[in-house]
């Protein structure tokens, strides 16, 4: 009995959980990185023009499909540290969920797109100073949209208008959520801005567990109310 209940510390105890998670991290990283390396590849071989936006967003196309397979493996990642297959989970993720999400990702990209250049090329669009605020109010709006859908077509089996209806919704039915994914935003901004554009892409497995905190009440519900 004693050899079962030190069995069961190691396997329970803090270190080891957070060695799981450690590993996790590290593995779904990895698959990330090369899920999305013909699209981080491109980006870098782009300038910093304005006419480069809609080829921003091309190059962004993978990162929907990707970030989606992190959130589901990470979401169903074994605390156990004899039955660790994150690699496995992050596959069957990308496999179920890559049409669903491009359904909403290919659509949110163009809306991104337009309003990028449009603030790209605001100072010859000749429009009032609050446009550009407006504009940047719907793309931060955009943004908090798309992080409640990837959420919920990670982990549900919704129709895309079913997807949208629900992201939109639990923006305001959850402020708090919103409030802590805004903060995940302006991290991976100011991480852009000190190092470069692909460095949160590097830190995408942390990005997305952070996002699946946050959202715990916005899964909580969706599994309460909107599933049998």
């Known amino acids: 009995m004693s050899e079962v209940s030190a069995g069961r510390r190691f396997g329970e105890g803090p270190l080891s959980r957070a060695a799981t998670l450690i590993y996790s991290l590290l593995v779904v990283e ?15 071989l782009l300038g910093g023009d304005a006419a480069n936006v809609p080829l921003v967003a091309a190059c962004a196309l993978p990162l929907g499909p990707a970030l989606s397979a ?39 990209l163009v809306a991104l797109a337009v309003v990028g250049t449009n603030l790209a090329n605001f100072a010859v669009a000749g429009v009032p100073g609050w446009w550009a605020v407006l504009l940047v109010l719907v793309a931060l709006a955009a943004l908090l949209w798309a992080a409640n859908a990837l959420v919920i077509t990670s982990l549900f089996a919704f129709r895309a208008v079913d997807v949208a209806r629900l992201a939109s919704y639990f923006l305001m039915r959850h402020p708090k959520a919103a409030l802590g994914n805004a903060s995940l935003l302006i991290v991976a901004g100011g991480i852009t801005m000190v190092a470069t554009e692909l460095a949160p892409a590097l830190l995408a497995s942390a990005f997305a567990a952070a996002l699946l905190w946050n959202s715990r009440p916005v899964i909580a519900e969706v599994r309460e109310r909107f599933t049998a």
């Open 30 to 44: 990895g698959l990330f990185l090369v899920a999305t390396a013909p699209g981080l590849i491109a980006l870098t």
């Open 70 to 108: 992190a959130l589901y493996a990470l979401r169903h990642r074994s605390r156990d540290m004899t039955d660790l297959h994150p690699a496995a989970a992050f596959w069957r993720g990308y496999k179920a969920n890559v049409r669903g999400v491009l359904k909403i990702w290919v659509p949110w």
